[in-house]
């Protein structure tokens, strides 16, 4: 008993050590929002990482990431879509390469923010996830007197996802529908919130929705084309960004979300989407075919007069884009290059030379 | 001071006030508490971006309100038995000289960012929770019982060993007890697990009572938020106690009172303004936080009373919403009239605290005086 005594004084006489300053604790904090936007290479993310960055996604999102602008002769403004942030970006490093002296400033506050952009003239290139609007585009036609030209410069798709260790491979669309919504457009009969009742034995028990928040383009496109303009389920958990849907439903094993292709890690697995025939995984293959239901272009739009040309940094710009090297970024970030054909007809549209054939 | 209030008022509802007049909204009032659905049903649905092209408009406030005040209930909860607890322990029996040194640390805790709290909360906590069930339950029952044991059977103890075990260091001798215990309750857990749940409690859960599992729910918000909000209450209860003049307590004590008996009949009567006013701003932190919310509900905004589905709260859906909705549209009104909500919701709780205050004070002065 004394000896417990003795190592309770001895405890008390360490903890109140008059000598000693007060103990502190200090937080750190990474102050490296921007740069984490989406710097996520597909597969290779251990869990800390991609926990990490769905974290600083959600700062990133309430402040809009803006690249520090130097006043240089000859600077390239954009304007527009955050999940093209990383890509524009990785341009940007490349266009340096080969004319020092020339900075992207790219602002990412979402696709919505390019076509205004546009219309005022702040900005010539406005990289978009979506299509314009008709609204959009009737708004730039009355300002400039032409339409804008879209430039696809890439491929992207929204995978669905579940737990790793979840049986589950194939869902048709009808079953996607019946799991995410509960309006059923798509022609289910009934709405599907039991794993046992797509047949599965595991993970048992009520299916977990995972989803985007309701202004996110990502939210948006997986309404329209997965849930054929329905409306999502109530229950829906809704994460701040692709990463944190991923991160979430690698930790859940009764979790489905669905997220940006570049956003796959080892955690998830992606659920192929098809009718009764078969299952479309979202492959190279299947998304440069068109194949894959839930795909989408990436897209720049210029503002360019049909019978003018682009300022020379905007044209050279574009040039590289739709070049081997810059389609080579667009492939190591996880999205879909463009076949050789749609480049080419890219390239064609614009008045850009047309590419060696025997290029590497 | 007052002035910045005023006009933070004001904007709100300069910027609220299109919904209502002269024109109206785009959109039938009706729709901001709920929506008739495809039978006629009410039905509470929080669809604001979709105000304008939707057939019917949905953009129910009901389930933000319930969702911000089932997160701050359920923070409360939490917070207030372990808050007040604290405050009398430390104010009643701890060392000075302990006190002095656990007070830095608990201002500490109340300094910690909430999204740091959140972000432990909805990424590790509550995952966590998720897996092991049975562990966390036999957490949430052993300890409380254990501890209301340790207490009874505390007098019972060989004198020595009370000797040893001074209440006044109680806070530091408890926690290697606690930590056994924590131990103790997780290690039994796969047993009871097995024999009454078929070793898996959460398909039982589901299977008997229809209670689904969510990651994020709202009691890993209630205890992410309750941590939050312990500091706060903690503080001001603490300083209402220390406040009741010493003659009192010690007046009770010479009539032959003990300690307890001291602190539930005389000093706790006389500190109840205080302890008040110490909940009441614990309930508006609570109310109007945002981070721990944001990151540890899920965000679907449900109307369940299941405290093991997620939520949604007023302050989230403005954080989430707010930079993505287009200046003067309908959307952005709508989340700036949840905004109002919270101002109107929090400076009442507020103002309700300070008269409650004020009343209680009066009453115990007066009394003073007749004595």
Redesign the interface.
Known sequence: MSRLSRCIGALKRTLLAPSRGPRTLSIAVSGEAPAAVSRVAPGAVSRVASRLVSGLVLSAMLVSAKVAAHDVAGSLDAIGSDTMAELMLRWGEQFEEQRPGVRLQLQVAGSASAPPALIAGTTLLGPMSRPMQEDESAAFIERHGYAPTPVVVGKDALVVVVNRHNPLSRLSRAELDAIFSDTLACGASESIERWQQLGLERPGGTIHLYGRNAVSGTHGLFRRRALCDGEFKVSVMVSAGSAAVVAAVGDDPAGIGYAGLNHLNADVKAVAIGNAEGGILPRRQSLRSGGYPLSRDLLIYVNRPPEGELPDVERAFLDMVLSPSGQRVVKELGFVALPPSVLAAQRHALGLAELPRDGP | MLLAVVAIAVFLLVEVLPLFWPDGASFPLEALWSSPDVSGEPEY?W????LDD?AVPQASLA?LLWGTLEAAAWALVVAIPLALGAAAHSSLYMSP??RA?LK?TLE?MEA??S??LG?IAG?ALG?WV?RHLAQSLSIVVVLPAAVVLLALGYRWLPD??K???TLR?AA??LIPCLLLLVWLAMSVAPMWEGWWFDGDL??WV?ESWGL?V???NALIVGLAMGFAVIPGIYALAEDALSDVPRELAEGAQAMGATRWQTLTRVMLPVALPGVFSAIMIGAGRAVGETMIV??AS?????MTASPL??L?SLASSI???L???APGGSHYRLLLLAALALFAFTFLVNTLAEVVRARLKRRFTRRKGDA
Not at chain 2, 47 to 50: G, T, V
Not at chain 2, 298 to 302: R, T
């Open positions: 649905r669809l604001p971006h979709r939707a389930p000289g302990l040194r830095p500490l910690m960012p999204v740091v972000f990424l995952p998720e020595r060993l000797a040893a075990l260091w530091l001798w959460r398909l589901e689904d969510q990651a994020r944001l990151m899920g965000n679907s905004a449900l589905d997620g949604r954080a989430i919403e930079p993505e909705a």
